[in-house]
């Protein structure tokens, strides 16, 4: 069963309803972007001119803040070369929720800081991290204390629960009717089908590329679907709408963590 198996399932949702509804926006977040492009500059793939461009994007600007040594922001152009010199050789992503510290290997401080926004990067090599925070139009990334020593999801087994978890929950949608309160799921579900491009660092491994363009839908997927509790009809299918999504979003989250953390393997 695979994302074929699970656009079957959103048919039943609403057919239909969301047709000439426009796109929903699919990407990956801030420190998936630097973690990968952080990697790939390391890896000799990217520019670092390449890579700071694809870390910014349309944002005004990102300043790294807490760099050792350094008490002012640093440009991230600057930044990202402050930290080479430190001895960081790659990066890793860490997708942390309360009760899933995924990606995370301390110390506290750390673990607080990421667990709040809900992502970090963790640099090999240099056991530092970054812990993004939205200021206005751009981005302060907080330069702190992180252990790269941490248990990250293997490749082939995140691969393999992203494809299970899917058709279990469209059909459990589909049973609770999701269509009727939210046609951008059924149309997101009908989306896997499609191929989605994201912007990745040249030399990103072909599964790690699949990987983060479907469980970067998933996991638009899963934002959707609980933005409205007030969609579901009682009480109990908010629960159950709740319950039948987070295996979906704990697979997704492991997906993304895999494939930027091992963006080259093969």
């Known amino acids: 069963m ?3 198996d699970a656009a079957h399932g959103a048919r039943s949702l609403s057919p239909g309803r969301g047709a000439g509804r426009p796109g929903v926006a699919v990407g990956l977040g801030d420190s998936a972007r630097l973690a990968l492009w952080f990697s790939a500059w ?9 890579a700071r461009d694809a870390v910014v994007g349309d944002d005004a600007a990102h300043d790294v803040v807490g760099l050792p040594g350094r008490d002012e922001p640093v440009p991230l152009i600057l930044a990202l070369g402050a930290l080479r010199a430190e001895r960081a050789t790659a990066a890793g992503l860490a997708l942390p929720e309360p009760g899933d510290p995924l990606g995370l290997g301390g110390p506290a401080a750390f673990n607080s800081e990421a667990l709040e926004v809900g992502e970090a990067v963790v640099l090999d090599g240099a056991d530092l991290g970054l812990v993004p925070f ?8 907080r330069c702190l204390p992180a252990s790269s020593r941490r248990q990250l999801p293997d490749l082939g087994e995140a691969d393999t629960g992203l494809r299970r978890a899917l058709p279990a929950v469209a059909d ?8 009727r309160w939210r046609p951008e799921v059924a149309d997101e579900l009908m989306a896997l089908r499609r191929p989605t491009s994201l912007a990745v660092p040249p030399g ?3 599964r790690q590329q699949r990987m983060l ?6 996991r638009t997927i899963v934002e959707l679907a609980l933005e409205d509790d007030g969609g ?4 109990s299918e908010a629960d159950r709408r709740r319950a039948a999504l987070l295996p979906l979003d704990r ?3 492991r997906a993304v963590v895999a494939a930027c953390s091992h963006p080259f393997d093969r």
């Open 204 to 206: 990103t491994g072909a």
């Open 134 to 141: 939205r200021a206005g139009a751009g981005v302060v990334w």
């Open 232 to 235: 579901a009809v009682t009480a």
């Open 213 to 218: 363009a479907l469980a970067a839908r998933c």
């Open 172 to 179: 459990e949608l589909a049973a609770l009717d999701v269509g």
């Open 42 to 50: 390391c890896a000799g793939t990217a520019s670092l001119d390449e």
């Open 251 to 253: 697979a997704a989250r």
């Open 2 to 4: 695979d994302e074929d």
